[in-house]
């Protein structure tokens, strides 16, 4: 299959993606619910069209979105589907991004065209069963042997872990961490699924057991000990970026179901939305949403600058639009009342979805840490008065 898609201009980029999922996604999600999985027909579609390289350079078959229109990409895919948002979260951000960055330019030019092309799915696997947070403190290891590294260990919460057939797996030695290009045939690695997950569960968590696993000396990704200060670092902020437009994403969705429900549902005579606290909720969200939107822009254009401040700017903004989809689909919830509580109506999945948003890339705790960090640095005046 070949990896070069003609470049187009962004916005029609973006209005051919948004006919896409209309097209492509809309009308398919219960099936997907009912299979728990992404069917590859559609993978293979969004690979025909750049979607799985969207922020990439033509030459590895990306469509060069810049990071504000990329931005709104992943807003697009994941107001319909936060599965399929997921799947471009791991695989063209963290995964493929990450290997834009560091790999070298043989592991781009041989890796970064099978995975726009669909003809690999990638996975990041970081998360251990008992390690999440702590991540400088993984456990899976390596050790060098004349012709490779040899990884043992587990990983745990991977998404799309059960069907991938690259995953960048961090290792440690010593406790430096290292991230590796792992092939799922190489052997010694297993996945199992994860099941009776509150939500996602069409993105293919699954636990990886990494036995006697021999790395090829070339499958490095930056270099040897430098993983998490550089890869992980890295690549979690590109996760970060995404998941603060898949947060804008579910409240923009959650908000447009709550004002739709709020014009035609009738009590005491009157359409909801002329009831005092319902428009009270319907104010905040739409105060939320454009603040939210604004973080992420904001952090968008600091990246495209290259700017030293997108990391933190990018931080708050995930730290603050994944908690404006939680409280946003909250309020809608509420909005449609008992109809809510169903899956007849879109809400209790944007529900259930936007809590996830709280944990990933770094738990919303970890996320007020590292702004408290900057900002007890930034707004220290030296000399003021306590
Ligand atoms: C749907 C889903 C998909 C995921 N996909 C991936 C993936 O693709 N790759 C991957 O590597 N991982 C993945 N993860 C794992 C995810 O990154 C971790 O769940 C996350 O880092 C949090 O770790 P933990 O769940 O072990 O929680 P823990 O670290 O055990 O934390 C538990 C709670 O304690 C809080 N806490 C921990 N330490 C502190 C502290 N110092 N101060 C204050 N509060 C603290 C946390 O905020 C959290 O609320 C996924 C998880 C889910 C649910």
Known sequence: MSTQVEVQGAQEILREAESFVDREI????????QRESIP????????????LAASWPSEYGGLELNPVDYGRFTELFGKASPAVRSLIT??????GETLLRFGTDKQKADWLPKLSSGEWLSAFGL?????GSDAKNIRTNWREEADA???NGSKKWITFGAIADVFVIVAENNGRSTAFWVERDFGGVETRRIEGLMAARETELAEIELTEVRVPKDHVIGRLNDGFEYVVTSALDHGRYSIAWAGLAIAQEALEAMVAYSRKRVQFGQ??????LIRGMIGDATTKIHAARALCLRAGELRANRSPEAVIETTIAKYFASKVAVEVANDALQVHGANGFTDRYPVERLYREAKVLEIIEGSSQMQQEMIAHYGLKKYHKRGGKA
């Open 149 to 151: 590294y040899v990884l």
């Open 271 to 276: 359409r909801l939305n002329q009831f005092q």
């Open 127 to 131: 998360s251990e069963p008992e390690i």
């Open 40 to 51: 590859r027909e559609t993978i293979r579609a969004m690979a025909e069209r750049g979607y």
């Open 90 to 95: 791991v695989h063209t951000s963290l995964v």
């Open 26 to 33: 809309r009308p398919f999600l219960h099936d997907f619910k």
